[in-house]
């Protein structure tokens, strides 16, 4: 998908997205049925000018450039379909989240009531869905209780991309608006479909809804479904820190998800207020020796009597396996780390713990989205639908810094949306835990009698031990570099979303 940029005065850059008239000419154009409809007659600006645009970064320098801008989403004043010309299609892809049903619930509703269209279908277990099964009839009748329901109605699944035939599908069904609902990788394919779509000269608005449990989605402040992973996490952390606190150097330890992206695990540490230490993937750490984790248990069961840890699913892997859709799948990290910490009190015989392990990934991800996330579904559903009816395509929709945007797919996909762990989200986790950061302060160089191949970074930071999640009974460690915060490569790295404060 190549880029297209718009720049103006004073180091304005527009990261445009594509739309109709880049490739076909002479398309019909028709007035904004929301003129006439009750619901926007309150109202005072109907429609949203084609040259509004949402800066990236937010806080500037006096004599700095006006930098890297998204166009505004919102209903514009003449559409490039008229309702009965419109046949719509929404597939959800990848692993469950919260609010799916929601999503599909408010684009139904939302092309019926502000639109007028009236076919509209499901595509039926993904990907795959388009060419080896039966598509689903969607009014909003049938999606009317929907978001009550976890999981999606339509069915999901990871892999079976054929691009050939899907985009054949979507021709030869007649499909001009294709709803596309899934992660990085569910976005990438949803990319490459406009670009086929475009090749053919076919007048058809490609979507994407971004949703990730992990919110490692770029740019966009956070991602549906997030808000209610941290939310239900909390049950968790709350069961795990009773069991601890009931008895004699209880342990109890919490693994949630996050196979890169430790964002659950930090604000759900940071909302809980009961947990001890946090672990993610982006902040490598280790056991043994001084500063090391077995230390810390130690101390924190000498000061309380109990403590509780979180885990992020990612934490401390280097080994990893793909599934169908190219994620990482990782050994169970919780099993492992439990293993190791009963393994190192029985041998040093200091004191006897009691350890509780809770692993609820699949509980949080198969609930319902809760009122926050509910809300921002129905802000996300209706900013595509706008999108599609005004003729762009080879979006995504999401907010940045509070404004819903247009999102050219690349941007979405260039790369994964990861704590920075040198930033003050992070600092605020350390000083709530009182944890250490597992980093020796001497240049983050690894602990001693810790054997490394010590390689220095392009900052000069040397490398510090990474935990290698091993079955067996050692613990193996191995050289990485720290994660840095490069804001001169990551320009949303400061401002994007729930990663960062200010």
């Known amino acids: 998908m190549e880029p297209k940029i718009i720049t103006g005065d004073a180091g304005y850059v527009l990261d445009d ?10 398309l019909p154009t028709y007035t904004n049925p929301l003129q006439d409809n009750p619901s926007y007659s309150v109202v005072k600006q109907y429609f949203v000018d084609d040259d509004d645009t949402v800066v990236q970064r937010p806080v500037q320098h006096k004599n ?26 929404i597939v959800t892809c990848g692993g469950l989240c919260p609010g799916l049903n929601t999503v599909i619930r408010e684009i139904v509703c939302g092309l019926d009531y502000m639109y007028g269209v009236k076919r509209i279908i499901g595509i039926d277990g993904g990907y795959k869905g388009f060419y080896s099964r039966n ?17 999606t109605i339509l069915g999901t ?78 049950r968790a ?59 810390f248990i130690e101390t924190r069961l000498r000061e309380n009597g109990h403590m509780v840890i979180v885990i992020a699913e990612g934490a401390g892997e280097t080994l990893e396996e793909r599934d169908a859709s190219g994620n990482k799948v990782f050994k169970d990290v919780g099993l492992w780390m439990s293993h190791m910490i009963k393994e190192h009190f029985a041998k040093t015989d200091k004191m006897k713990i009691t350890l509780k392990y809770i692993d609820p990934t699949y509980m949080i991800r198969a609930v319902p989205a809760n009122a926050s996330d509910n809300v921002y579904c129905t802000i996300l559903s209706q900013s595509a639908i706008h999108g ?31 704590v920075v762990i040198t930033d003050r989200m992070w600092a605020r986790l350390l000083s709530s835990t ?31 031990p990474q935990v290698v999640a091993k079955q067996g009974d050692e ?28």
Do not use: W
């Open 64 to 89: 700095g450039p006006r930098g890297n801008h998204f166009r505004r989403q919102g209903p514009r004043q003449r559409v490039y379909f008229e309702p009965d010309e419109v046949t719509a299609c």
């Open 388 to 418: 599609a009816m005004a003729g762009y395509t080879g979006f995504t929709v999401g907010p940045v810094n509070g404004r819903q945007c247009y999102i050219p797919f690349y941007r979405i996909t260039e790369r994964a949306n990861k």
């Open 17 to 26: 997205v594509p739309h109709f008239n880049d490739y076909l000419s002479n």
């Open 434 to 464: 009182n944890q250490p950061s597992f980093m020796n302060p001497k240049e983050g160089t690894p602990p001693p009698e810790t054997s490394t191949n010590e390689q220095n970074t392009s900052d000069g930071n040397e490398c510090i």
């Open 135 to 151: 598509t689903v009839t969607l009014t909003p009748k049938i999606v009317d209780h929907i978001h009550k329901r976890g999981g």
């Open 237 to 295: 952390i709350n069961a795990a820190h009773v069991e601890a606190e009931s008895v004699e150097n209880g342990i109890g330890l919490v693994k949630l998800m996050g196979r890169d992206s430790g964002f659950i695990a930090m604000y759900a540490t940071l909302a809980s207020r009961d947990v001890d230490c946090c672990l993610i993937p982006e902040s490598p750490f280790y056991l043994e020796g001084p500063g090391g984790m077995f230390e």
């Open 475 to 502: 613990t193996q460690l191995s050289t990485s570099s720290p994660v840095q915060a490069d804001h001169t490569d990551h320009p949303n790295s400061v401002s994007n979303g729930p990663s960062n404060g200010i």
């Open 157 to 234: 699944s990871r892999g079976g991309y054929v691009l050939s035939k899907i985009v054949d599908s979507i021709q030869d069904r007649g499909i001009n608006q294709v709803y596309i609902i899934g992660g990085d990788g569910t976005q990438k394919g949803a990319s490459v479909i406009y670009q086929e779509i475009r090749n053919r000269g076919l007048k058809c608005s490609v979507v994407g809804i971004p949703k990730t449990i992990d919110n490692d989605i770029p740019v966009i402040d956070k991602s549906f479904g997030f808000d209610t992973a941290v939310e239900e996490a909390q």
